[in-house]
């Protein structure tokens, strides 16, 4: 999967920040999001994001 921060936007809307990895991939489930980004998200879990840019950073740096 691409982790497009356009889609990445979509998948977090409504997501109220800071979130945790596994409160964002609630989000996301509920806007769609495929199942590799939400396994993605999930292993952030005990990581906090304090806008949806850091989750993009920290999924550019998980892809690497």
Do not use: K, W
């Amino acid at each position: 999967m691409s982790n497009d921060p356009i889609n990445l936007a979509a998948y977090l809307e409504g997501a109220d920040f800071p979130a945790t990895g596994g409160e964002l991939a609630g989000v996301a489930a509920s806007n769609g999001a495929p199942d590799d980004l939400l396994e993605q998200l999930r292993s952030f879990e005990g990581d906090h994001f304090d806008n949806a840019n850091a989750v993009v950073e920290a999924l550019g740096q998980n892809a690497s």
